[in-house]
């Protein structure tokens, strides 16, 4: 009967488990967002409950070592160990570990920033980022998520989805403008990714962000569907002549990668 009693009690406080669950990633969001940390009363106001919960809240994350107390502006900061699981799961990512050697490759051949991407829903996510001291530092990171629709490694992975697809994307997804460059008419952004499939990459001419230019390319499996995309940032200086040599020499690693996911060579009518 006790046994009863307590399975009972657990399905009447499962909202508030879930709410409490809710809450801490809230919290745990609003902490890693804000570079100088952030309070107590900060928290509260996010979260709408009370100072007295949040500190309740604080100090089980305190415990388990994933914020920490800043002694000298006493506000709370993610510590490392949130950062540690990140990079256990990447760690554990067969296609980061497949494509790195690859990336690696490519960056040093074209002296760039090379950049890998997955589509999580109507989302993009950074798994992978190789840099060269050669060219401009890269503003994007490992684990930033980002707006498919504005971005080369984006464009990549919208312009091989099928028609359907692309327009449960468009439907569920607001085209906001970030430059005066961004492309915010469905329309145009379906014409726009029919010429980038023609052509076999992607280019992303500052709708992003200014100043930034990219190239991508798609990342086929073994089914022929695309499950990621690779990106190189451009240079001010670089011709449509580099472009399209650049373009050839990130097509070949993306085909080195997708023939190591299992991708058929004989589906790479795909990449033209």
């Keep these: ?10 399905i009447l406080n499962s909202g508030e488990i879930m709410s409490s669950i809710s809450t801490t990633l809230r919290l745990l969001e609003a902490i890693c967002s804000e570079k100088p940390g952030v309070t107590i009363s900060q928290l509260a106001s996010l979260t709408k409950q009370s100072p007295s919960n949040i500190c309740y809240y604080m100090k089980i994350l305190q415990q388990e070592g994933y914020v920490y107390k800043d002694t000298h502006s006493g506000r709370y900061k993610a510590s490392y160990k949130i950062a540690d699981l990140g990079s256990r799961i990447l760690a554990n990512n067969e296609l980061c570990e497949i494509a790195y050697p690859v990336l690696l490759k490519l960056s040093e051949e074209a002296q760039l920033t090379v950049h890998m991407a997955i589509r999580e829903e109507n989302m993009g996510v950074c798994i992978s980022k190789v840099g060269s001291s050669k060219t401009m530092p890269s503003i994007s990171r490992i684990g930033e998520i980002f707006d498919l629709y504005p971005t080369a490694l984006g464009k990549a992975m919208l312009a091989w989805l099928s028609e359907e697809e ?6 569920q997804t607001r085209l ?38 990219a190239i991508g390319v798609p990342v086929f499996d073994y089914t022929g569907k695309v499950v990621a995309a690779i ?31 299992g991708y058929n060579d004989d589906t790479q009518v795909h990449m033209n």
């Design 166 to 171: 692309l327009d449960e994307y468009l439907e």
């Design 231 to 261: 990106s190189a940032l451009l240079l001010p200086y670089h011709t449509d002549a580099d472009i399209k040599c650049m373009a050839s020499k990130m097509k070949t690693a993306a085909n080195e990668i997708s023939r190591k996911l």
């Design 1 to 10: 009967m006790f046994q009863l009693y307590l399975i009972y009690s657990k």
């Design 176 to 213: 906001k403008p970030y430059t005066p460059r961004t492309v915010t008419n469905p329309e145009k952004l379906k014409e726009q990714l029919a010429r980038f499939r023609i052509q076999g990459y992607t280019l992303d001419e500052y709708e992003h962000t200014l100043r930034v230019r």
